[in-house]
């Protein structure tokens, strides 16, 4: 495949992951658990294009937040960044050293911070909710810069038609894992 035929692919399921997320926060919500919200980028309009399709030239204006922000039941903050690959490995440098900093922060300030990552596709297509500082030593950890599925296993999260990314599948919490 073409990089940018991958790059498409990725991209368009990161949104579906993004999307599979809010859903479980919304479940979530209801049940008393955690507000979440998915983070927006900062931008501003240089130029419309074409008002009516929603086409406009931008430029980004700060430094990006995690994907998503919220604060779990009892008052602690999560703050987490969602990516996604069709490969069988994830690379620690999906996470930008922008987007690294600020999960940095986070997790210093006492934030309980991850990376949930989709990696595979189809039935090979696996969930995982990833602790910061485990993403950030993946080098100690695994020896390499990425990791694959078996080495994320034992923070392989619960997924059906949302990302419970809340849920272990070996039904530890995630703030046990942090």
Known sequence: MNRSYTSRVNNSQGRILEDMIMGAARQYEQEGKLV??????????TKNLDRARGRAEV????????D???CLKG???IAFEAKYTQKDAIKQAAVTPTQ???LDKYHEA???AFVCCGVGTGWDLS?????????????????????SADDLASYEIKADTV?????????KTILSAC
């Open 59 to 66: 430029q980004f204006t700060a430094k990006a937040q995690p």
């Open 163 to 171: 990302v419970r990314f809340l849920e272990y599948k070996n039904s």
């Open 100 to 102: 690294a900093a600020m």
């Open 36 to 45: 979440l919200h998915k983070e927006s980028e900062p931008f501003r309009v």
């Open 127 to 147: 969930y995982f909710m990833v602790p910061w500082k485990v993403w950030w030593d993946m080098k100690e950890n695994y020896g390499h810069k990425y990791a």
């Open 75 to 77: 008052g602690r903050l």
């Open 110 to 112: 006492g934030a309980a």
């Open 68 to 70: 998503f922000i919220g």
